[in-house]
């Protein structure tokens, strides 16, 4: 596709961003044989890495220009990738919509440079004569595929790229290898740090009580992915989790993505809730990572986290709201445990992805169902109201109550108790899947 269009004369269009990272250093090696590399740097394909480089955020950041008019203006902007992730927001912090499309269209929309284009019938561009050029004028031919693939694509070519992939480069085998057989916690490291999961466990889990005087954190619509719970792609400096980083002296170059600092629950409990996309219905005219303060006097609006972080130190535990297929996407454990650390003890949803229920109650975090054909408006909640749940003691009878009774405000309704599994009881019951585990194997 490269190839037929530089031939034409056609390359992207200034204002497009384009990049290429394959998924195997292989792809570079029968690019190159079957001479379609310098037609790929052409069009401005140039290679920027390899793995989930695009797809997770490190792509790099927008040309200043395009950057500085889309913020400014509040553009929906686009990407076109032939990954597998179209979160939203998930290419690049700046970047509202992405579409999924194969790597021949990637191309092609790269040289119409819009979304408005109707790629079957609208011209891409014009050749060196002026004449506009159709995508059908340079779509390979199956024979033209078929050509390359049996010229350029050998055995050899991964026995060569894998055979030492395990042993790493220099750089990978001059790392400082500690010994003993505990992990050592290194205290400066911003990547890995030691987790709160088991401070203050004790042998016998505490008995499970109801949750009183709880405040929301959000109100959420429909289809709240894993991604808006906790996004895994690039980290912005004016974030909570960006000045973390910040204040521990890593430079912004150096910020990678939220996936690639999973190790460092500081960072993630930051960058919980704090997708760019999220509209938090307590704080409206928002969008991204706010919430409503009400441990102050009128309800400030701030970021999810110094929020939860006050509702903390006042004793006060957190509950959210949601719509229909809460959890959806990828089954992402951080989208949970970002939810426990954060102090959330309830979610209220009107259904869930299963993996991310399930998650939920693995991290402590109790799954509830409104009530058939009942929703958040249908109810009249605002999220600021004040929640009682009660009945959840019921689980220390060895049992799963079916409902539990939720008081908010001036409203009540009993809500169906998504705990579906003897197992997932004794998850709850133990405060969460990691604890049961430790307990189960100290026991032994």
């Not at 269009?13 to 052409?42: C, E, H, I, R």
């Not at 891409?124 to 390979?140: A, H, N, S, Y």
């Not at 054909?373 to 909640?381: I, K, M, T, V």
């Amino acid at each position: 596709m490269a190839k037929k269009a530089v031939e034409k004369g056609l390359t992207r269009k200034p204002w497009v961003k384009t990049t290429l990272a394959p998924g195997s250093k292989v792809v570079t090696d029968y690019f190159d044989k079957a001479g379609l590399t310098p037609y790929l740097d052409k069009v401005g394909f140039n290679l920027v890495g390899y793995g989930c480089t695009t797809c997770i955020g490190n792509s790099g950041p927008l040309p200043d220009e395009v950057s500085k008019a889309v913020n400014e203006a509040d553009l929906a902007v686009t990407s076109v990738l032939s990954g597998n992730r179209n979160f939203e927001g998930r290419i690049n912090p700046d970047v509202k919509m992405n579409y999924l499309a194969s790597p021949p269209l990637v191309v092609a929309y790269a040289i119409a440079g819009s979304m408005k284009v109707n790629i079957t019938t609208d011209a891409l561009g014009t050749d060196q004569e002026g004449k506009p050029v159709f995508l059908k004028d340079i779509w390979p031919t199956e024979a033209e595929v078929n050509d390359v693939v049996a010229n350029a694509i050998g055995e050899d070519m991964f026995n060569k790229s894998y055979q030492d992939v395990f042993a790493g480069d220099a750089q990978w085998q001059a790392l400082p290898v500690p010994t003993g057989n505990t992990f050592e916690w290194d205290p400066e490291s911003t990547y890995v740090r030691k987790p709160p999961y088991f401070e203050g466990l004790t042998m016998d889990p505490a008995p499970v009580e109801d949750i009183a005087g709880a405040r929301v954190l959000a109100k959420l619509g429909d289809s709240v992915t894993t991604d808006h719970i906790s996004p895994a792609g690039a980290i912005k400096a004016d974030t909570p989790a960006g000045k973390y980083l910040t204040e521990h002296g890593v430079e912004r170059r150096d910020f990678n993505s939220y996936g690639s600092r999973r190790g460092n629950h500081e960072v993630m409990i930051r960058g919980t809730f704090a997708n760019i996309r999220l509209r938090n219905q307590i704080a409206p005219g928002t969008e991204g990572g706010f919430t409503r303060d009400f441990t102050q006097d009128g309800g400030p609006v701030s970021f999810i986290y110094d929020v939860s972080q006050n509702y903390q130190a006042a004793g006060t535990p957190l509950v959210i709201l949601a719509g229909k297929e809460y959890g959806s996407g990828s089954s992402r454990d951080w989208a949970a445990k970002g939810t426990a650390l954060l102090g959330v003890k309830a979610v209220i949803a009107e259904s869930y992805e299963r993996i991310h229920r399930s998650n939920l109650i693995g991290m402590g975090v109790l799954p509830l169902q409104f009530p058939e054909g009942a929703s958040a408006l249908s109810l009249g909640l605002t999220g600021e109201e004040t929640y009682h749940i009660t009945g959840v003691t019921a689980l220390n009878e060895g049992g799963i109550p079916e409902t539990v009774k939720v008081k908010a405000g001036e409203v009540e309704f009993d809500a169906k108790v998504r705990i579906d599994t003897p197992g997932e009881a004794d998850y709850y019951r133990n405060g969460g899947i990691m604890q049961y585990v430790l307990r189960s194997l100290i026991r032994k």
